[in-house]
Nanobody
Framework: VQLQASGGGLVQAGDSLRLSCALS????????MGWLRQAPGKEREFIAA????????YYSDSVKGRFTISKDDGENTLYLQMNSLKLEDTAVYYC?????????????????WGQGTQVTVSS
């Protein structure tokens, strides 16, 4: 399985952006998935997860109410809709396959990672 993240860019605070993550070599329907990010000088952190069925989602407190994770199994693509972007959302964003939904916050729970896409939010 390979993951290809895309959709990052330079935006202004308050703008919206949608990230995509295309899965190849397998079926997205078989995977729970997550989005994680790493800001400059900081550790990588969990921000959103979705169950294999797509019916259960989790978010970090920092993005809850602003970001929405979704998956389109027919298109084999995971999405992250990001609204009301803030300066502190600047980071490299990664998608990854998830091992166990109950461990959604643990980075060790994410097995296959995409290459990351840069999101930069300016004032």
């Amino acid at each position: 399985v390979q993951l290809q993240a895309s959709g990052g860019g330079l935006v202004q605070a308050g703008d919206s952006l949608r990230l995509s993550c295309a899965l190849s070599g397998g079926a997205l329907a078989a995977y729970g998935m997550g989005w994680l990010r790493q800001a400059p000088g900081k550790e990588r952190e969990f921000i959103a997860a979705i169950s294999r069925s797509g019916s259960i989602t989790y978010y970090s407190d920092s993005v809850k109410g602003r970001f929405t994770i979704s998956k389109d199994d027919g298109e084999n693509t995971l999405y992250l809709q990001m609204n009301s972007l803030k300066l502190e959302d600047t980071a490299v964003y990664y998608c990854a396959t998830m091992n166990y939904l109950r461990n959604y916050q643990s980075l060790d729970n994410y097995l296959t990672w995409g290459q990351g896409t840069q999101v930069t939010v300016s004032s």
